[in-house]
């Protein structure tokens, strides 16, 4: 890990009007897309950007993705979205999240993605050892 980076990294945002279903909540796929946002500076904050792992010629290719919704988010709530690292190998690399409300606290979703390395051509490859390294696994600071 980086000097000076923590285990957990946050990101923050507002939920937008184009995100909200019918039902006046968060269209359930969005959270993927904060997910990614959110998995995508976490890397940033160890160290390592996506671009840099595409500048070697590497890309990771998500394998698995669950989500459990435990309450709603609405339009104009302010919400967070935690990310940490739950498992790493030379070949793969596993995130936990807490999505919540930034005000309350209230959790609302908790996920969980895993990623395999691939190159260019979609072969298998390795995470370089350096960014293997600063990818810290923590235990689940929810119950996921």
Do not use: K
């Amino acid at each position: 890990m980086q000097d000076g980076a923590t285990p957990i990294t946050t990101i923050r945002r507002r939920v937008d009007y184009s995100e909200i279903d019918q039902q006046g909540v968060v269209y359930h796929a969005r959270y993927l897309v904060w997910l990614d946002v959110a998995r995508t500076e976490h890397l940033r904050t160890t160290g390592t950007s996506y671009r840099e792992l595409e500048a070697l010629g590497l890309r990771l290719m998500v394998t698995d993705a669950s989500l459990r919704y435990r309450a709603p988010a609405r339009y104009d709530d302010p919400v967070r979205v935690r990310t940490w690292v739950q498992e790493v190998a030379s070949r793969r690399v596993s995130f936990g999240y807490a999505v919540e409300h930034d005000v309350s606290g209230q959790l609302l979703v908790t996920a969980h993605t895993a990623l395999v390395v691939l190159d260019t051509t979609g072969a298998f490859a390795r995470l370089p050892a350096d960014v293997r390294e600063r990818l810290f696994p923590i235990d689940d600071p929810v119950r996921l």
